[in-house]
């Protein structure tokens, strides 16, 4: 089991920059690949970037790729978000989602169903 929690939403204007932190608890979490998703209000849960287990494997949606940056500290059970360039489409609540790399699910894979566990979520809002 892994537990998630989210932090480091909040509100920020067009432009600026935000990252958001995971936490992780459980002794496995570096077997973990580990992805950012995100849920504008109405809207399906979109996957926004993920990481290898080993931290040496990033992917990104198109719409942050280059402006987002993934990022993970095993040893701190962290996994970090870093947002700059942000864009008032970026306002939604920012899930934390992990998924046991046993599965050997590639880390491009998108779908919210490819992820075990998930965090509460986030709000991160963008003025313009």
């Known amino acids: 089991q892994v537990q998630l929690v989210e932090s480091g939403g909040g509100l920020v204007q067009a432009g600026g920059s935000l990252r958001l932190s995971c936490a992780a608890s459980g002794r496995t979490y570096s077997s973990y690949d580990m992805g950012w998703f995100r849920q504008a209000p109405g809207k399906e849960r979109k996957f926004a970037a993920a990481i290898s287990w080993s931290g040496g494997i990033t992917y990104y949606e198109d719409s942050v790729s280059g402006r987002f940056t993934i990022s993970r500290d095993n040893a701190k059970n962290t996994v970090y978000l870093q947002m700059n360039s942000l864009k008032p489409e970026d306002t939604a609540v920012y899930y934390c989602?992990?998924?046991?790399?046993?599965?050997?699910?590639?880390?491009?894979?998108?779908?919210?169903?490819?992820?075990?566990?998930w965090g509460q979520g986030t709000q991160v809002t963008v003025s313009s």
């Open positions: 989602a992990a998924r046991n790399s046993g599965r050997r699910i590639p880390v491009q894979a998108m779908g919210v169903t490819s992820y075990d566990y």
